[in-house]
């Protein structure tokens, strides 16, 4: 587990996986189909995640590919906007296209309509990977989704055997999204080798339960993962919080109630708090509880990228709330 921590602390990540653009709707509570207002921003749960991270004084560069146009250019003005590196991500013309949700700020009857037809994200090649210099990095992350598709399934594995041969620790939020697979039986076959390469692995009890076969063996399929040594598994519940499997240990860990205006986003923020918490010093547990707290902090506003908290909006949000969950 040290050199896992270790690599975390070494504070310079990186990040497999897309950047998007996000519309969501405005006003707060309005939906998509009636809104006249849609306000853009970056999205693409590796995209959030790399912003959460700088925010929170973070190094993070996102390795990817956008497309040749307007909405690809978008995404990576975003990205210099919040500070994440853009120099491993390639352009690639032709029809690829980049990932667009279409949201709202709403908890009843949310609404998220994601197209990923022909995404460009997907294109990422094992050649990519390659040209990635390690040397520069502490810890290598990626979000499920890049495996759903080739070529940039064979990529992130290759740049996990190239991350492992840096000595640098693998960190693999499931990310699971049915809609990007080809079948439910590919994409448990495929996270849960994706699970078995990685030293940190985070998951809700549903994306466990499906690499298990059924959302009743989600725990064990969690206890088994971390059964390996050196390695951390954070199995979150939602609103019951989260068991984190480390060294032997099981720590129990709630969440901070807020007013929530969406569900989405959480777990890009929660990773992003995690990690940078780790790597400022936190213990384990508390690292863990800092991370929920951004996750609380992000569904009570609008959007994703633009919700993640910084340093001092992240203490601000810990000092003003009356605490968490048992």
Not at 3 to 20: E, P, Q, S, Y
Not at 29 to 45: C, I, R
Request: aromatic share 8%; hydrophobic share 40%; net charge negative.
């Amino acid at each position: 587990m040290n050199a896992l921590i270790d690599g975390i602390k070494g504070n310079r990540f990186a990040v497999f996986g897309r950047a998007g653009m996000d519309l969501y709707a405005d006003p707060v509570g309005v939906k998509s189909e009636d809104a006249n207002t849609f306000h853009a921003d970056l999205g693409g749960s590796s995209a959030n995640i790399c912003a959460g991270l700088v925010k929170l004084g973070s190094q993070a560069s996102l390795i990817t590919s956008v497309s040749d146009d307007a909405v690809g250019r978008f995404c990576l003005n975003k990205l210099a906007h919040y500070g994440v590196d853009t120099s491993y991500i390639r352009v690639v013309g032709g029809e690829y296209r980049m990932s667009l949700a279409v949201y709202e700020s709403r908890i009843e009857n949310f609404q998220n309509v994601i197209y990923r037809n022909g995404a460009v994200d997907f294109q990422v090649t094992e050649d990519d990977m390659d040209e990635v210099d390690y040397g520069k990095f502490s810890a290598v992350i990626s979000a499920g989704t890049v495996f759903a598709s080739e070529t940039s399934r064979s990529a992130t594995f290759r740049a996990f055997d190239n991350a492992r041969k840096a000595d640098l620790p693998v960190i693999f939020d499931i990310d699971y999204r049915p809609y990007s697979w080809p079948s439910p039986e590919v994409a448990a076959e495929v996270l849960s080798r994706a699970g078995e390469a990685s030293d940190l692995i985070v998951g809700n009890d549903e994306e466990f339960g499906f690499m298990a076969g059924g959302i009743d063996k989600g725990l064990d399929k969690a206890k088994e993962l971390a059964a390996k040594p050196g390695r951390i598994v954070i199995y979150k519940m939602g609103e019951k919080g989260a068991v984190t499997f480390a060294d032997g240990q099981e720590i129990e860990t709630g969440i901070y109630p807020v007013t929530a205006v969406k569900p989405n986003g959480a777990g890009d923020s929660f990773m992003a708090g995690l990690l940078a918490s780790i790597a400022a010093g936190s213990e384990l547990k508390e690292a863990v509880m800092r991370g929920s707290a951004c996750a609380s902090i992000v569904v009570s506003k609008p959007g994703c990228a633009p919700a993640m908290p910084t340093s001092p909006e992240l203490d601000a949000f810990l000092a003003s709330h009356p605490g968490p969950t048992t």
